[in-house]
């Protein structure tokens, strides 16, 4: 329920958002039609959030008999934690990272990064896996993606003002001055809308997946490990990579070395550390 919540959030967002943008530069028949391309955007993310996402990552899909011990870890989770047995991917990313995605768990799919599997034993990555599970049990990949999909689609629509902005719109002067000013303004706040609205959805969603994935496994230890070895490798080895896929992963992958304090505040992650010291503690007990 409280994911259904936070999913119609996230709709009504992009529904403002899209109309907004539609008003700006087309009067009242530019907001049903920023409507119509809202509820497209919508859909199309409901429904092809994990193709676009493995897609995104370069994930190819492995087998079993191409990595066993990867489809026997997670073919155990999931018979614990009693969902389908998720489609698995590695990307070539030498990032250490991964992340779940899907629309459901009878639709979801795992993706590690190559970089991964030279940063953690097997143990560790036992942790993170049962993280990732996690979060396909409690249906969070559907916000997940959905609020990737929105996120992109907000950018798209500022660089769609943008555009208008620098065309200068159609009209008389004063329609071309509104049409400058909406895509001003979208230009400053749609990167901002789309940060707050990841924020918003991710903090608390990964707290809970490391407590149920500590749960899981009947210790936190594999995890905190792994998560101490993947913020630094993380912040060792940048990537190029969308913004708004950043919340999918188990630790953001666009932090760089040196950045830390105040820089928390507008992460789409809780720090490391306070994950790290909730594991140990005991806390997900």
Known sequence: MKNNLKTAAILAGLGAVCMVVGGAFGGNQGVVIGLLVGLGITGF?????????????????????????????????????????????????????????????????????????????????????????????????????????????????????????????????????????????????????????????????????DAAGARLLGTGEPLARALEKLELGATRTPVDLNPAMAQAYIVNPLRRAGRQGGSNLFSTHPPTADRIARLRSGEWR
Not at 118 to 124: A, I, S
Not at 155 to 175: E, H, I, P, Q
Request: aromatic share 8%.
């Open 45 to 209: 993310s409901y429904w092809f959030s994990d193709k676009i996402a493995i897609r995104a990552a370069g994930g190819k899909p492995v087998t079993e008999a191409e990595m066993p011990q990867y489809y026997a870890i997670v073919s155990e989770l999931a018979r614990l934690d009693g969902v389908p047995m998720p489609s698995l991917y590695i990307s070539p990313n030498p990032q250490p990272n991964a992340f779940a995605t899907g629309r459901n768990p009878a639709h979801a799919a795992v993706c590690i990064n190559q970089g991964i599997l030279q940063y953690l034993d097997w143990d560790e990555l036992r942790g993170v896996l049962a993280h990732e599970m996690s979060h396909v049990r409690n249906r969070d990949i559907l916000t997940t993606s959905v609020a990737a999909g929105v996120a992109m689609g907000i950018m798209f629509a500022a660089r769609m003002a943008m555009f208008g902005a620098l065309l200068g719109g159609g009209g008389n002067s004063r329609n071309r001055e509104g049409g400058a000013l909406g895509g001003l303004l979208m230009i400053v706040l749609a990167p901002i809308a789309a940060t707050f609205l990841q924020m918003a959805l991710s903090r608390s969603r990964e707290y809970e997946a």
